[in-house]
């Protein structure tokens, strides 16, 4: 078994499960603690999917078997609540999950299936809701939009959008992904632009993944988180916010560099967090450093 095979190997320890909302189908994978205490709810970027939080949800996974550990040793009858549990979602388009309507979309097209998602599981206490990359997006909308559901907002490598950007370059950017999409098709693009998701000492089995994940994107939903991302500004939603905000980001990153992560940050007046020698797939290359971010400390076993 290759190295890259046993990173797919362990992601399906999180089967991907399905739920239908009052807004469509949403697809995720759920680790830790049972739906309705779930505290963290995790959003990936344009080019990843669910699977692009293995690292977290393994954590979180390890976290419930500490507990069920220290509860036999304990002598107690029942297992006590687990200090973590992580909802993933394959964002709308991504995976099983329905697309949304509109065929140009707005973040808040996509935080409102957020809250349908939740509520379908039951998981209604206040989250610490995790967006990295265009997902920043979508957590900052949906922050904005439900602000007392949020305990804390994270942004990892934050998509800024370009929606108060100069309408040339915005038709650019959106041109520019839209064309390499029709031109490599996913795998294609998995294969050319999977390596700038990484830094150069990423390991050849991360690489392996991140273009695994990258391959799996379906072109409609691809086409309408390329239209979010040319008309969103997560700095505007941001300001509607009132959870306490934390940005962080890595040194290697070369899809959203670290010195524009550290700009959006100052205009915010929250500190910017370093993640490492890092590159875009944080979550993955730079697991310990995010989970540090993320509170996701596994617990230890009594001795």
């Not at 909802?87 to 099983?96: F, I, Q, T, V």
């Not at 610490?128 to 949906?142: N, Q």
Request: net charge neutral; proline share 6%.
């Amino acid at each position: 078994m290759t190295a890259a095979s046993d990173l797919q190997r362990r992601l399906q320890a999180h089967a991907l499960q399905h739920v239908d909302t009052a807004l469509g189908t949403v697809q995720y994978r759920h680790a830790g603690a049972p739906l309705v205490q779930t505290t963290h709810v995790l959003l990936h970027g344009i080019g990843s999917g669910s699977g692009s939080w293995l690292m977290q949800l393994e954590t979180a996974a390890k976290s419930l078997l500490h507990l069920a550990a220290d509860a036999k040793s304990d002598g107690l009858a029942a297992v006590p609540s687990p200090a973590f549990g992580l909802l993933a979602w394959e964002a709308p388009g991504y995976g099983a999950s329905t697309p949304v309507a509109p065929a140009e979309p707005l973040p808040r097209d996509y935080a409102a299936r957020v809250w349908a998602w939740l509520d379908a599981l039951g998981a209604t206490h206040p989250i610490t809701l995790v967006g990295h990359s265009l997902g920043a997006l979508m957590a900052a909308s949906a922050a904005a939009v439900q602000p007392a559901r949020v305990s804390r907002l994270v942004l990892l490598a934050p998509a800024q959008g370009y929606g108060l950007a100069d309408a040339a370059l915005r038709i650019q950017k959106r041109d520019d992904r839209l064309h390499a999409l029709n031109t490599l098709g996913p795998q294609g693009m998995a294969s050319k632009r999977g390596v700038a998701m990484l830094s150069p000492q990423a390991t050849p089995e991360q690489l392996a993944f991140v273009q695994h994940i990258m391959a799996q994107v379906h072109p409609a939903g691809y086409t309408q988180a390329t239209h979010m991302l040319s008309q969103g500004d997560v700095a505007t939603d941001l300001q509607h916010g009132s959870a306490p905000l934390t940005i962080a980001s890595g040194r290697a990153d070369g899809i959203t560099p670290m010195a524009g992560c550290q700009d959006l940050a100052a205009r915010l007046g929250v500190p910017w967090h370093d993640l490492g020698d890092v590159g875009h797939a944080c979550a993955l290359e730079g697991a310990d450093a995010v989970n540090a971010v993320l509170g996701l400390v596994a617990m230890k076993t009594a001795p």
